[in-house]
C-alpha cells in the first residue's frame, strides 16, 4: 500500500486479483474502513454467489419465481390468479385468445390506482399499453379503421 502526501491511504491491493487501485475501486463498510476485495472482485463473486442461490431456490421450488412476481409487482397470490382465469374461461379478457410466448398472461391493470382489471394475452396487453389505456385513442383508431377498411375478397 502506498500513501499519500496526507499520510491518508489512496491505492490497495485487491485481496483477490492482486492488482492496486485507486480507493475509489473499493467498497467501504459501515465502519469507513474499504472492504479487501475491489469492486469488480466482489461484482464477480456475487454475480456467482446469486446465480447459484437463483438455480437452487428454483430447483427446490420450480412456481418461486411465479409466485414470487405476481405477490411484489401486483399483490396478487398465484390462487387469485387462477381464479381470475378460471373466471375468464381460460383466454385473453379481450380477444378471447390464448396467451403467447411463456404461456402465461399478462396481469392487466390500472397504472394510476393499481386495480387489477384482468388477464391479457401479450399482443391486448401491448395495444393497451401503446394507447396510454386511453379510450379516445382506441375510439381514433377504430374510426380510423372503418373509415379504410377495405374487404378482400
Given at each position: 500500500m502506498r500513501l499519500a502526501s496526507s499520510s491518508i491511504q489512496s491505492i490497495k491491493k485487491c485481496n483477490q486479483c492482486k492488482v492496486e487501485k485507486p480507493l475509489a475501486d473499493f467498497y467501504f463498510r459501515p465502519s469507513g474502513r474499504p472492504r479487501a476485495e475491489c469492486k469488480a472482485c466482489?461484482?464477480?463473486r456475487h454475480k456467482v454467489y446469486l446465480r447459484g442461490w437463483t438455480e437452487?431456490?428454483?430447483s427446490?421450488?420450480?412456481d418461486w419465481r411465479r409466485r414470487t412476481n405476481l405477490q411484489?409487482?401486483?399483490g396478487l397470490s398465484v390462487e387469485r390468479y387462477d381464479a381470475m382465469l378460471k373466471s375468464q374461461s381460460g383466454v385473453c379478457a379481450v380477444c378471447g385468445g390464448p396467451p403467447m410466448g411463456a404461456g402465461a398472461y399478462?396481469?392487466?391493470h390500472d397504472?394510476?390506482?393499481?386495480a387489477i382489471r384482468g388477464l391479457?394475452?401479450?399482443?391486448?396487453n401491448a395495444a393497451l399499453g401503446m394507447v396510454g389505456d386511453?379510450?379516445?385513442?382506441?375510439?381514433g383508431l377504430i374510426q380510423y379503421l372503418k373509415t379504410h377498411y377495405v374487404a378482400v375478397a
Open positions: 466482489f461484482l464477480a437452487k431456490r428454483n427446490a421450488d420450480p411484489y409487482k401486483f399478462h396481469v392487466d397504472h394510476l390506482s393499481g391479457l394475452c401479450h399482443k391486448c386511453s379510450i379516445d385513442h382506441l375510439l
